[in-house]
């Protein structure tokens, strides 16, 4: 009888240090390296990202953190097959002699702020990336014959579009 009297006097302190540890695991968040992570506590993003390491945060799913790749080289494309965002089915222009070219542009980017791709999304923002871009190409080639456009003025294209 007081075997058992001292087995169930056990189980419970054991069921708390079971759960404590439990809440403690759910609590630490590792950021890794390249990445930042952005908190969100209740529903809410917190203003300041994490930098890589060790990070302790109320236990999921109270909180979670967003991993964010910060510096990794990404890279969108825009082409014929992919379809331009502001000419609807191909990635075609309007020069300036009014011909018809069609163009590839491939962006290079980081991510440098973690919070606005934590609140909007990264299809969102590649999104926004790719209107600006064509927007870029779009007027230089506006002002540019094909043949110079194709030809001569190619780099200068280019540098135009890199500059904005």
């Known amino acids: 009888m007081n075997q058992k009297k001292w087995l169930w006097g056990r189980i419970p302190r054991a069921i708390?240090?079971?759960?404590v540890g439990l809440v403690l695991y759910l609590?630490?968040?590792?950021?890794p390296t390249g990445h930042?992570?952005?908190?969100?506590v209740l529903g809410r993003i917190r203003p300041e990202p994490f930098g890589a390491g060790l990070h302790a945060s109320l236990p999921w799913p109270l909180a979670e953190i967003r991993m964010i790749p910060t510096d990794s080289v990404r890279q969108i494309q825009i082409t014929a097959?992919?379809?331009?965002?502001?000419?609807?089915?191909?990635?075609e222009y309007l020069?300036?002699?009014e011909n018809l070219l069609e163009a590839e542009i491939r962006v290079d980017y980081?991510?440098?702020d973690a919070l606005e791709i934590a609140r909007n999304g990264l299809d969102r923002s590649?999104?926004?990336?790719?209107l600006l871009s064509e927007g870029a190409l779009i007027e230089p080639l506006a002002a540019t014959p094909v043949t110079s456009a194709i030809g001569p003025q190619?780099?200068?294209?280019?540098?135009?579009?890199?500059?904005a």
Request: charged fraction near 25%; proline fraction near 0%.
């Open 95 to 97: 020069t300036g002699d």
């Open 36 to 40: 930042r992570g952005v908190a969100v």
């Open 126 to 130: 590649e999104s926004s990336l790719k």
């Open 110 to 112: 980081r991510i440098s």
């Open 16 to 19: 708390l240090l079971i759960i």
């Open 154 to 163: 190619r780099e200068e294209i280019g540098r135009k579009i890199t500059a």
């Open 81 to 91: 097959d992919s379809g331009g965002v502001l000419s609807s089915q191909s990635a």
């Open 27 to 31: 609590s630490i968040w590792k950021v």
